[in-house]
């Protein structure tokens, strides 16, 4: 993954939810020369920071013996206007999980109201190459207890 588009999980149900947090910042690489007189982010850039909070909760679910392959995408609804210095704060729920895929769902939400909307992500699964890789890097984004 080149770039992690979340900065923080802030709550973690293996199984059930994930809610991660992202604050937009002039400093991020994908806004460098984007828009000069009005700098925007990316609807995309927001898209696939819910595709990774869901991705994480995936692999927390199996214990990191598996990575998630984004497959398929129904009822999405993008911001049309998203400005560097927002909190994006992102909730993904696992509808269904087995060892051959998931599907899920997910929201962002900026100062509590809703820019974004995942209303059904389906997920393939790979065997992870090196499950303890997977789970050491997870606690630097803030694994809740």
Known sequence: MRFLL???????????RIETVKCVSMQDEHLREHFRR????PATMVLE????????LVMKTHGFRLTPYFSML?????????????RLDIVGELVSTNAKGSMGRAEARVGGKVIATLGRVIYGHFP???PSALRSSFPSYGDPP
């Open 49 to 56: 920071a819910m595709l990774q909070s869901l991705g994480w």
């Open 6 to 16: 979340f900065d923080r999980v802030t709550a973690l149900e293996p199984g059930r």
């Open 38 to 41: 009005r700098p925007l982010v």
């Open 74 to 86: 129904e009822d999405a609804t993008l911001p049309s206007a998203l400005e560097p210095g927002e």
């Open 128 to 130: 992870a190459p090196d």
